[in-house]
């Protein structure tokens, strides 16, 4: 099974799951991206999103029962694209944010690399 190298890119990651949060890291490594910082808490997350260099975000949607809202604001303010992973559907996303990608956790490393492809590719909004 072998998995597309991208040419490369950095990856600002929020998930509140340890386990979940080293996997993705470790699938983002392996399809030539780098882990420019990594959260697992919302005031956290927030202090990044403003200070981090990055090209693209994946956001799980519920951070230890806080809403990614927030964080989502600041990066959409700062024009990078971001995509949301979550168990619970596009229904749970945050409403305003209902036209973002979206990753249905658990994902296979294909998935992530072909939406982190589209997300780079699309126009910020």
Do not use: C, H, W
């Amino acid at each position: 099974m072998g998995t597309e190298r991208t040419s490369g890119g950095s990856v600002f990651l929020v998930e509140d799951e340890v386990m979940i949060r080293m996997m993705v890291a470790d699938m983002l490594e392996e399809l030539g991206y780098s882990i420019a910082a990594e959260s697992g808490e919302i005031g956290d997350a927030l202090k990044l999103a403003q200070s981090v260099e990055f090209d693209l975000a994946i956001l799980d949607v519920n951070v230890n029962g806080k809403v990614i809202s927030p964080v989502a604001d600041l990066i959409a303010a700062r024009n990078r694209p971001f995509i949301f992973a979550t168990g619970y559907g596009s229904s749970g996303l945050p409403a305003e944010y209902r036209d973002r990608p979206a990753l249905q956790k658990p994902f296979q490393i294909e998935t992530l690399g072909r939406a982190v492809d589209q997300a780079l590719k699309r126009p910020a909004a």
